[in-house]
């Protein structure tokens, strides 16, 4: 698809992210759904990922004394990764995104199945999507990078329902959101690990009663989905600091606007990016942001031709950041409530937008998702966009 030769024109920057308004809101759905936004205001954000870590405290000790003595690390049995709290779950985007990621069309997914011709006089299969055959044994485990992660629930259900092994890291700007999804994160490796350690004590006893192991036994000898993982093997001690190697899931506080992520610890820098980004709403927030951040020196219109220094909204710059976060040749899924799928891609694939000097080459669209389509006033559309694309150097 040819880029853009414009960009769509920027939303008005909204106040009804404010923490006044989250404050007042009974839950954080009505929120979500009243606004269609997330809000930019760290302080409100805090305050609810805060309200979460100290409800779900309050959830699993009842007693004081348990609470003060209470172990994050102790086995637990945390929700499955569908019933966290999620963007854009009221119309599905979080299964649909899963089962597209998870796809066996989508080179990054871990039963991935290029499509292939076979020439008549050879047995030589030549792959028609652009990738190898062989890619998915010999590209390594993809590395995944989820922006704005909140609690962490994309990168869970990749791991722990989609089969990604490889490195993850979630990064956001409210540090209470990082705690959060660190805790949960090292509930499901615990729980994993307690499961793995007590089917493998069961099997090891012959004079077990087969009766109370039906269950498990019948889990052991079907064969495992192709899509499932044990994180128990990936990693059960995630660390908080750094990247780590293969199989880590780490959770970050970062700025995207103003933080430099390839300064950050768990950058990448053998790879150079990550083989697949997301971000489910966060443009969005940016896209509704007053902020502004000063570009330049760049060409004036005034007569003596001097250099000026440009005010530009964050969002503009969001597009070309994201790119140099994506290794050449990785992909960006970008979920919007905000934008169509139009102005979606033409915010990535604009030919005017502002480049940093990190961002070298461009977004092209890979795919869409669909959703169920709406009319409203004679116009029809969806509620909401998903659009993968991939950097083409």
């Known amino acids: 698809m040819s880029r853009s030769p414009t960009r769509p024109a920027h939303l008005d920057p909204s106040e009804l992210g404010t923490k006044e308004y989250v404050e007042s809101s009974s839950s954080f759905k009505e929120f979500r759904l009243t606004t269609a936004v997330r809000t930019v205001s760290d302080c409100s954000w805090d305050r609810y ?84 055959p062989t890619s998915t044994t010999t590209r390594g485990l993809p ?93 059960t001690t995630p660390s908080e600091t750094t990247g780590g190697g293969n199989g880590d899931i780490t959770f970050q506080v970062l700025d995207l606007i103003n933080d430099t992520p390839t300064e950050q610890a768990w950058w990448p820098i053998e790879s150079d990016g990550f083989d697949l980004v997301l971000d489910k709403g966060t443009f969005d927030a940016i896209s509704l942001s007053s902020a502004t951040v000063s570009v330049g020196p760049g060409p004036s219109n005034d007569s003596d031709g001097a250099l000026s220094v440009r005010e530009r909204r964050v969002c503009e710059l969001y597009p070309a950041k994201v ?33 940093t000097e990190e961002s070298g080459g461009r977004f092209e669209v890979y795919d869409t998702i669909k959703y169920p389509v709406y009319e409203f006033g004679g116009q029809k559309g969806q509620g909401v966009a998903s659009v993968c694309f991939r950097r083409i150097v």
């Open 49 to 132: 990922y805060q309200n979460d870590l100290d409800n779900g405290s309050d959830h699993d000790h009842d007693d004081k004394s348990d609470q003060e003595d209470r172990d994050d690390t102790a086995p637990t049995d945390p929700p499955e990764p569908s019933e966290l709290e999620s963007w854009f779950d009221d119309v599905g985007a979080p299964e649909k995104t899963l089962a597209f990621l998870t796809s066996t069309t989508f080179p990054l997914a871990p039963n991935y199945t290029p499509v292939t011709n076979k020439t008549p006089n050879s047995t030589t299969k030549t792959a028609t999507d652009g990738h190898s």
């Open 143 to 235: 590395t995944v990078l989820d922006l704005g992660t909140g609690n962490g629930s994309a990168l869970f259900a990749l791991r722990l329902e989609g089969g990604y092994a490889g490195r993850m890291v979630g990064v956001d700007y409210s540090l209470q959101s990082i705690e959060l999804a660190r805790k949960l994160w090292r509930q499901y490796s615990a729980s994993t690990s307690a499961s793995a350690s007590s089917d493998s004590n069961r099997n090891s006893n012959p004079h077990s009663d087969p009766s109370s192991n039906t269950k498990s036994s019948s889990s052991a000898t079907s064969p495992a989905p192709a899509t499932t993982t044990d994180i128990s093997e990936a990693s």
């Open 323 to 355: 790119l140099s976060m994506v290794k050449p040749g990785g992909f960006l899924l970008v979920t919007s409530c905000n934008w169509t799928e139009e102005e979606v891609i033409s915010w990535f694939t604009s030919a005017t937008l502002p480049r």
